[in-house]
């Protein structure tokens, strides 16, 4: 794989060390993603995230010090010209979807009002470790994240429990309701908050088997509708998704009508691509929207016997001075990029480098005056609303 930004931050691979590497955790953060959403990206825990910015000697965010990262800069202007979302990622170095994410969260006055802090004490949650709590259970009962329960155990001196100490079950009443209600070993570990695993191993100590059910048919997942949308070019997790399904079951549902699995990595549509090249897309801003970089992109175009552009080819031609002057008078981008038989990217960069004021959606005050008059009097009206 190719070492670039956007290639590092879509490497989504495991929990292992390697899948997160201090010096690209501490770019993501510098540009103004959370922990969270590092941790999202790396599949690993906030506490990881935190100690990685450790190494790193990172400092962390105060409180108020998000607003102006880049990030966040970027979103503004994703919100006010959704088509650049392709570049706004491309230009930082994340996956598309993390801008999409981020401009959809609420605003923090909308937010609901969440548990303080400070009102967690280091005491409160020392004693309920020591009562055999786990970090999880104690930052549910808090609504806060781990971090914080671990933040509030080292405070209070506490040393951490080894991870191979099982925390507190009842094995005896786990075992009755195996026996006489039939429960499931995966409803028990919801319940009393440990992994379903965990509730094997005891339950194999105890020598008790897990309750028979009659299997499940999934009515709700035909295998034709897996097919067709895993040829699509949905991947096998999306699907699980949609239909609120494992990845297993899809899976079976794939094997069941002799699709072939595609090999690992990701997934472009090549006709979708090849017209977006076509149109005059860079390879940097297909692989932007398709989370991967711009020498795979080539490579899968040109596999695919498509002819690329050789470098130094002539922009598509257009107009600038007419689109300029179509765009002021109340054409949108889509539009021109109809009439030019280009995408709106293309037309957005012309009439940047032009200088031409580039106006909001929403924004009707920059449409001519007398271009509305013209079109008022056309359809028989002394003015328009």
């Not at 490497?11 to 201090?22: D, E, F, L, W």
């Not at 440990?194 to 005891?202: E, I, L, N, Q």
């Not at 549509?269 to 929207?289: H, M, N």
């Not at 899968?300 to 690329?308: H, R, S």
Request: a positive charge.
């Amino acid at each position: 794989m190719t070492d670039t930004p956007a290639a590092r931050s879509a490497a989504v691979t495991s929990g292992r060390r390697k899948a997160a590497p201090a010096g690209e955790v501490a770019r993501l953060y510098r540009i103004g993603l959370t922990m969270g959403e590092i941790a999202g990206i790396y599949r690993v825990s906030p506490w990881v995230i935190g100690s990685r910015l450790e190494e790193a000697g990172v400092r962390r965010r105060e409180p108020g010090e998000q607003d102006g990262l880049p990030v966040d800069r970027a979103v503004r202007w994703y919100r006010r010209q959704p088509h650049l979302l392709g570049e706004l990622a491309a230009g930082l170095g994340i996956h598309p979807q993390l801008l999409v994410d981020r401009a959809a969260r609420p605003a923090p006055a909308e937010r609901g009002q969440g548990t303080y802090r400070a009102d967690v004490s280091a005491a409160d949650v020392a004693e309920l470790y020591r009562e055999g709590w786990t970090v999880k259970q104690i930052a549910g009962r808090y609504r806060v994240t781990t971090g914080t329960v671990l933040r509030r155990l080292e405070q209070a001196g506490v040393r951490r429990r080894p991870k191979s100490l099982p925390a507190p079950f009842p094995v005896g009443e786990a075992a009755r309701r195996v026996r006489e209600e039939a429960a499931t070993f995966a409803a028990l570990g919801r319940e009393y908050g440990v992994s379903d695993g965990a509730v094997r191993y005891h339950m194999a100590a105890m020598g008790v088997p897990a309750a028979v059910h009659a299997p499940r048919v999934l009515m709700g997942v035909p295998a034709a509708d897996v097919a067709r949308l895993y040829q699509g070019g949905l991947t096998v997790g999306s699907i699980a998704d949609l239909h609120g399904v494992s990845r297993w079951t899809i899976s079976a549902r794939l094997d069941s009508v002799g699709v072939a699995r595609r090999p690992a990595g990701k997934f472009l549509p090549l006709a979708e691509a090849a017209a977006l090249y076509a149109a005059g897309e860079s390879l940097a801003a297909i692989g932007a929207r398709y989370g991967m970089n711009a020498s795979t992109v080539h490579g899968k175009l040109t596999a695919a016997g498509i002819t690329l552009r050789p470098p130094g080819t002539p922009r598509l031609p257009v107009p600038v001075g007419e689109a300029a002057s179509l765009y002021a008078g109340g054409q949108t981008m889509a539009q021109l990029a109809d009439r030019y038989g280009v995408c709106e990217t293309v037309i957005y960069n012309r009439l940047t480098e032009a200088g031409a004021l580039v106006r909001h959606k929403t924004d009707f005050k920059q449409v001519d005056a007398g271009l509305l008059a013209a079109l008022a009097a056309q359809i028989g009206l002394e003015t328009l609303p």
